[in-house]
């Protein structure tokens, strides 16, 4: 029995649902920044903690807004692979062998692949990654130096320039985490591979200060933490660009590394 403004508050965020359906799912997060710009909401902690977050948990509840148009992280682990019979099995086979599709990064100069701060916003930049056979990875912020190790094995082994596009916030933590990946991997490289280590770049995709600046996107105080001493002026989150614009401007830094010609004979 939600009251009249919650009511109104739903209307509001399928709004934004209908108006990026092409985008979704979409984090919370994105809809709260999505509803601070185009419907007067509160760009306030306590908005979308106490008002925002439960009001959408509930009305996915109650069948008034879709489970599948939000992006939930909460669950991790695995079950093992297994199958109840032969038959099964070789069903399975013939999927596999139906979907076979040609790495389409097998044939060009250049190795990409990008990193996002936010796990909750992969399947968006997969979307936009996946027609260049490019990867998308997150290790939901700080990650741990045996990932970074395991990256730069994987890195070693490519055999030719690799470049590493990174996506993240537009705050302390946002290039901290940023700044410790590549170190950290151009690290491990020269150490274990140091040809690959000359031939890797890391380039900052989003967010950036021109990007926050061009766009007009909300600021606000960054959050304390041991990174934000040596920080200058306002934050802002990546989950305040328009998820149309983040897709363009990924899309733009992908074909421009990669040989568009032999992308076509690949595919």
């Known amino acids: 029995e939600p009251r009249p403004e919650t009511l109104r508050l739903i209307a509001d965020v399928q709004v934004v649902l209908d108006e990026y359906v092409g985008n979704l799912p979409l984090t919370v997060r994105q809809v709260y920044y999505r509803l601070v710009g185009a419907h007067g909401r509160p760009k306030t902690e306590k908005f979308y903690n106490n008002v925002l977050l439960e009001t959408v948990q509930k009305a996915r509840r109650a069948g008034r807004l879709s489970w599948a148009a939000f992006r939930d992280d909460s669950l991790t682990g695995g079950a093992p692979i297994a199958y109840a019979n032969v038959p099964e099995f070789l069903r399975m086979l013939r999927i596999w062998t139906e979907r076979f599709e040609r790495n389409k990064l097998a044939d060009q100069p250049l190795h990409v692949e990008v990193w ?96 926050v600046a061009i766009f007009g996107l909300p600021m606000a105080s960054p959050k304390p933490s041991s990174h934000a001493a040596r920080w200058r002026g306002e934050a802002c989150q990546l989950e305040a660009l328009d998820p149309t614009t983040l897709a363009a401007i990924l899309d733009a830094e992908i074909s421009e590394l990669l040989d568009l010609d032999r992308l076509a004979e690949t595919r």
Do not use: N
């Not at 936010?118 to 990932?147: C, N």
């Not at 990174?166 to 274990?192: N, R």
């Not at 690959?196 to 995709?205: D, I, K, L």
């Open 116 to 211: 996002c701060e936010s796990a909750g916003m992969v399947p968006q930049l997969q979307r936009v990654a996946a027609p260049y056979g490019v990867a998308v990875w997150s290790s939901s912020g700080f990650d741990s130096g045996t990932l970074r190790r395991e990256v730069a094995l994987r890195l070693a082994q490519i055999g030719k320039p690799a470049y590493v596009l990174h996506l993240g916030d537009y705050d302390p933590s946002g290039a901290a985490i940023f700044t410790a990946f590549h170190e950290d991997v151009a690290a491990f490289l020269m150490a274990d591979a140091p040809d690959q280590a000359y031939r890797t770049a890391f380039r900052r995709v989003a967010l950036t200060a021109d990007q």
